[in-house]
């Protein structure tokens, strides 16, 4: 078998390493977009990273956006500023959504470009964008280490651009001390999110002998740190742990895809307004049950790695005991889903990559039936 790993050229991971960005990226170019929300502005933490990019001779433009998901057309208008300030690299300061927004930003900064509509709707990218440096504050969507970026257009139609290689980061500063001031809402729904990520990325018909050991080591950091980040949001072992975890679980998501979760999840989450990583982890216990008579093995592998059972239905309960205790709900009834918004879940997910690579096929008929399960 033939496979290929591919990862950000270089990964910094540490308590406070933050402090070290202008060296890490000085070399990268000579003016920069920092990205970031807005959350953030007037943040110690954005005075700190341009001080520090300033002190290192790079010259910097900061733009804040809006927290959400990004849009095609806030993709865009961050675009046509980078291209007026001749940026030759892009910082993404954030969470999943910035991460991507600046991914896509930096990936699609060529010269004689087409409206980034054109791209959204599946038109090739031609040619390599510039460099982009991604620094995570939560821990969950793995965007850090992905060459995607999730955005919706005006008509709320949710896809996945994805690039080349060229739309890996070209450093990676994973500081964990930057997700202690996440709120515990966020921990908790990204920290499901990452757990998602983990376990279907370890069970989808992508997964191979290079992403299974990225992919298992991700649930298990996840799942001795979640609780105690949740409870204990300056813990830094466990801040540590979630940070790694939810990174190995993109490294595995990048080259193995994903499953059923995150193929319905967006579309959920869209029309009903509900975060991400609270939609997958309300399904992770669905696609466990619905997959494992495919995947018994793989879950069986999961269960025993982290010492809470023998089997696909121990690492059910599990992740239910765990969704309980994080205020998750039951099911997708829980988010206002109703029978008559079946039909249209299911259209718009049928097209999904990861629900291609869920380990058992699934048809239009039995997707509906997952999802009416819940009901």
């Known amino acids: 078998m033939n496979y290929v790993l591919e990862v950000p050229p270089r990964i910094v991971t540490g308590w406070g390493t933050i402090s070290t960005i202008g060296s890490e990226v000085s070399t990268i170019g000579e003016r920069v977009m920092v990205i970031h929300t807005k959350r953030l502005v007037n943040s110690s933490l954005i005075e700190e990273i341009l001080l520090d990019l300033k002190n290192h001779g790079v010259y910097v433009i900061c733009e ?9 057309e ?14 030759d690299f892009v910082i993404g300061v954030g969470g999943g959504s910035v991460l991507d927004l600046a991914k896509a930003v930096a990936g699609l900064k060529f010269p004689n470009r087409k409206p980034v509509k054109d791209y959204f709707y599946g038109e090739k990218i031609p040619q390599k964008g510039i460099p982009w440096v991604a620094v995570p504050t939560t821990s969950g969507t793995g965007s850090e280490v992905t060459p995607n970026s999730v955005l919706s257009d005006e008509k709320n139609v949710k896809l996945s651009i994805r690039g080349d290689n060229s739309w890996l980061a070209k450093v990676v500063i994973l500081d964990p001390q930057l997700t202690v001031s996440s709120p515990a809402n966020v921990t908790a729904w990204s920290g499901m999110d990452a757990l998602t990520q983990a376990v ?3 069970t989808s018909k992508g997964a191979n002998a290079l992403t299974e050991p990225y992919s298992l080591k991700a649930t298990t950091l996840i799942a001795n740190s979640l609780m105690v980040a949740y409870k204990h949001p300056e ?15 993109g490294v595995a998501l990048a080259n ?3 499953g059923i979760v995150h ?7 869209l029309h009903f307004n509900v975060p991400h990583g609270l939609v997958c982890g309300t399904l992770l216990p669905w696609a466990i049950e619905y997959n494992q008579d495919v995947s018994r093995d793989k879950y069986q592998e999961i269960a025993q790695a982290n010492g809470v059972g023998t089997s696909a239905s121990d690492l059910e309960n ?11 709900p039951y099911s997708i009834k829980e988010f206002g889903v109703a029978k008559k918004d079946l039909d249209r879940i299911v259209e718009e997910s049928m097209p999904s990559g990861s629900l291609k690579a869920n380990p058992r096929t699934t048809s239009r008929e039995e997707l509906y039936e997952f999802l009416a399960k819940q009901l």
């Open 318 to 328: 599990w992740v239910r005991t765990i969704n309980m205790e994080l205020g998750i």
């Open 235 to 249: 813990d830094q072992k466990a801040r540590t742990d979630m940070a790694l975890g939810s990174l190995l679980a």
């Open 64 to 72: 804040h956006v809006s927290s959400g998901e990004p849009t095609v």
């Open 256 to 258: 193995a895809r994903l």
């Open 263 to 269: 193929g319905v999840a967006h579309s959920i989450g």
């Open 74 to 87: 806030q993709v865009e208008m961050v675009l046509k500023k980078v291209e007026e300030q001749n940026c």
């Open 200 to 202: 279907e990325a370890h």
